[in-house]
Nanobody
């Protein structure tokens, strides 16, 4: 059974940091590109960042460039998202996802990702 389990969300003040983790099981982790998406209430799901199976290539949404860093540890089947300088507009449910396709020219798009976690809530107060 494929499982993606996110953790590390929480409440933080603007300017603070959080580190999200996503632990994967049930599939060959290093065969898949991984990504983080987020969805705020009343808004569409947004691709935040993605990372190639090797970890060499990454992409970011313009809204998080320079503040968020995606990484992966294939030995631990774990994906990370380090989020610094958080803003109230970063408030959302954050999801990790796994997919076969990876595009280094743009942030991730939902239809390219096959497996999804249940999400972890991030709330940033001003």
């Amino acid at each position: 059974e494929v499982q993606l389990v996110e953790s590390g969300g929480g409440s933080v003040q603007a300017g603070g940091s959080l580190r999200l983790s996503c632990t994967a099981s049930g599939f060959t982790f290093d065969d898949y590109a991984m990504a983080w998406f987020r969805q705020a209430p009343g808004k569409e799901r947004e691709g935040v960042s993605s990372i190639k199976w090797s970890g060499i290539s990454t992409t970011y949404a313009d809204s998080v460039k320079g503040r968020f860093t995606i990484s992966r540890d294939n030995a631990k089947n774990t994906l990370y998202l380090q989020m610094n300088s958080l803003k109230p507009e970063d408030t959302a449910m954050y999801y990790c996802a796994a997919g076969i396709m990876f595009s280094e020219y743009r942030p991730p798009v939902s239809y390219q990702y096959k497996y999804w976690g249940q999400g972890t809530q991030v709330t940033v107060s001003s």
